[in-house]
């Protein structure tokens, strides 16, 4: 059996707010910490059958930046689904739903 690893490392301004986040894997391909300004992690639960979350994000992080992160993770989400259940209807709703905030994110940019 063969592990791999993922590693965040997260620097705190004076405020313990990130200032930087890094992070790295193993078997990413990639030696050493790669910088990112965001990151979402979900984690389940199977004792508590709840999702336990870790959203961080830097404070240079850009609002329309963090528009299209979610955009983009509101797009993956569905094909993570539609892999994970084969439920090919609700995948559907999740990227309609993704494609409607992708388009009213990107209108309200050309304001």
Known sequence: M????????VTLDEDKIPAR????????GVEGRKPAKATMVSIWDPKDNT???IDLWTKDMLVDDMKRFFYENFATMADTYLRSTNDAE??????QFADS???KIAKSAGK
Not at 2 to 8: H, L, Q, V, Y
Not at 21 to 28: M, Q
Not at 90 to 95: K, T, V
């Open 21 to 28: 986040l890094e992070w790295e894997a193993s078997d990413s």
């Open 101 to 103: 905030f992708g388009k």
């Open 51 to 53: 999702t336990l979350r």
């Open 2 to 9: 063969k592990t791999s690893e993922i590693r965040f490392i």
């Open 90 to 95: 609700l995948a559907a709703e999740i990227r």
